[in-house]
Structures are given as structure tokens and as C-alpha cells.
């Protein structure tokens, strides 16, 4: 009897099934991390400073989607959402009314329903009515549609948001900006 032959057979089934289960083992990290990704919660980069300085350029960040299942998007939320009109693309802004408020610009102040809002995260910029976007037409007071949401840059005067391109759809959004995880000094949660 020649066990050197039948050592070889038995490790040749051991390798294979060690092989299949290395292989099993990546194909549910990617199948888990696609499912997070699609369902629960998503990476972005930030690459503009549209939303200075509640973000700055570079920062990363986590967007959660699993609130938006459960309830609409609120004042005060930083929401990212496909863009009005490239939808491949991705923006982030801050909800600064909902669907029947209605938004007005004032000597640089934004008013909803006629009250002035106090917005600390804009560090005291003016708000002022954008050139809408080719083919639109805002006029002050405006009033947000039903299903829809005005959003705004923190960053007022470096930010194309709600005045350039108007309101829009509830069901663009993507997530909710919920938490800075790079650069590490300015790790940490969101404030809506």
C-alpha cells in the first residue's frame, strides 16, 4: 500500500473545498455590502463647498436611507438627493421647507411663511434670489408643491440649490446625512 498516493487524494478535496468556501465567504461580503449600500446607509465625498462650513471640501460622510422609509424629510435635514438635472449625479443641501410652505427672499433673509428663519449654519450670509435655471421661472413668494422640498446650500452665496433650479421631488431623495467619519478631526454626527 503507498499512503503517499492516498494522502495526495485526500488533500486535493480539502483544497477545493477550503477554495469554495474562501470564494463563498467574498461573494457574501459583496453581497452584504451591496445590500447596505442599496438599502441602509451610503458613502459620499464632499466636492464642493456649497455647504460650508457644516462641510467642507473633502470631508466623507455616511447618508442613512432607512428614515426616509418610515417618515418624509423634515426642516433642518441635510439630505442628499439626485440632481434636478443631471440625475446621475448626486447633490447634498439642507430641507429648508416642505410641500405647502412657502418660501420668501427678503433684503437677504429667508422667510417661510412669512417668518424669518435663524439659520446659525449659514455664519450670517445673505440668502438671495438666484437666475433660475435655463427653461425655469421662480417668483418670491413661492410656494413649495405638495410631495416636493426646497432646499438651500448652508453656504448661501456659493450655492446653486432651490433658487437656481426650484423645488424638488420628495422621492429624489437618496439619504439623510447623518455622520462625518473623514477627515478624523471632524469625526463625528450631523446636527440638523
Known amino acids: 500500500m503507498d499512503y503517499g498516493d492516498h ?3 485526500q488533500q486535493k478535496p480539502g483544497l477545493l473545498r477550503n477554495l469554495l468556501s474562501i470564494l463563498g465567504t467574498i461573494l457574501l461580503f459583496v453581497a452584504v455590502s451591496w445590500v447596505l449600500r442599496a438599502l441602509v446607509v451610503q458613502p459620499y465625498e ?10 467642507q471640501v473633502g470631508d466623507r460622510l455616511f447618508a442613512e436611507k432607512v428614515t426616509y422609509y418610515l417618515e418624509e424629510p423634515s426642516y433642518g435635514d ?3 438627493f439626485e440632481d434636478p438635472e443631471i440625475p446621475s449625479r448626486t447633490l447634498i443641501k439642507r430641507v429648508i421647507a416642505t410641500g405647502g410652505q412657502t418660501v420668501d ?16 449654519y449659514t455664519d450670517g450670509l445673505p440668502s438671495y434670489p438666484l437666475t433660475p435655471a435655463y427653461g425655469s421661472s421662480l417668483v418670491y413668494p413661492y410656494t413649495v408643491p405638495e ?5 438651500m446650500g448652508d453656504n448661501r452665496t ?6 437656481y433650479f426650484g423645488a424638488i421631488p420628495a ?13 478624523l478631526d471632524r469625526i463625528g454626527p450631523l446636527a440638523s
Request: glycine fraction near 8%.
Open 105 to 120: 427672499l427678503q433684503d437677504g433673509r429667508v422667510l417661510i411663511d412669512g417668518v424669518p428663519l435663524t439659520e446659525p
Open 7 to 9: 494522502a495526495s487524494e
Open 78 to 80: 441635510i439630505v442628499t
Open 158 to 163: 456659493n450655492s446653486q440649490d432651490s433658487r
Open 46 to 55: 464632499i466636492p464642493s463647498g456649497s455647504m460650508e462650513d457644516t462641510l
Open 171 to 183: 422621492d429624489s431623495v437618496t439619504g439623510k446625512a447623518f455622520f462625518i467619519y473623514w477627515p
Open 147 to 151: 410631495g416636493y422640498l426646497w432646499v
